[in-house]
């Protein structure tokens, strides 16, 4: 238990130098493109592949004879999922945020806003996954 505790710390550090580029990327995004799933999908891709590459070198073991390439096709498939998703669902906190609860809010913020909202969900699922494409399979 203490493994996957010590595991989940150094990926979720991982995780948030990922987040900060995929941040950094979406909010500069978001000052040229209203396109909120877009720009997530854009920003995400470089948060994923950099905690994808690190965390398999650093975090996790690779106990099985399955090529890291093989596993990485196998991320990508369930990150481009969980991204065109995470980006609806991004997309529709946005609108709740700038049209009911503060609609003189810039987009840019609302946008920002939202995207930190997700992030938490984001990071617990890709942590499970990732341990699991890595060491299981």
Not at 6 to 25: E, T, V
Request: charged share 10%; proline share 3%.
């Amino acid at each position: 238990m203490q493994k996957i505790f010590i595991q989940a710390i150094n990926f979720f550090g991982i995780s948030g130098i990922g987040w900060l580029l995929d941040f950094c990327i979406y909010t500069c995004l978001g000052f040229i493109s209203c396109n909120l799933v877009l720009n997530n999908i854009i920003s995400s891709w470089a948060g994923v592949t950099f905690a994808f590459v690190t965390a398999t070198r650093k975090i996790f073991l690779k106990r099985s004879k399955i090529p890291l390439k093989i596993k990485y096709a196998v991320y990508i498939l369930y990150q481009f999922i969980m991204i065109y998703l995470i980006s609806i669902l991004l997309s529709n906190i946005n609108h709740v945020i700038a049209d009911i609860l503060n609609p003189d809010l810039p987009q840019s913020l609302s946008s920002t806003i939202s995207k930190i909202f997700v992030t938490p969900v984001t990071m617990i699922i890709n942590f499970i996954v990732m341990k699991a494409v890595i060491e299981k399979i």
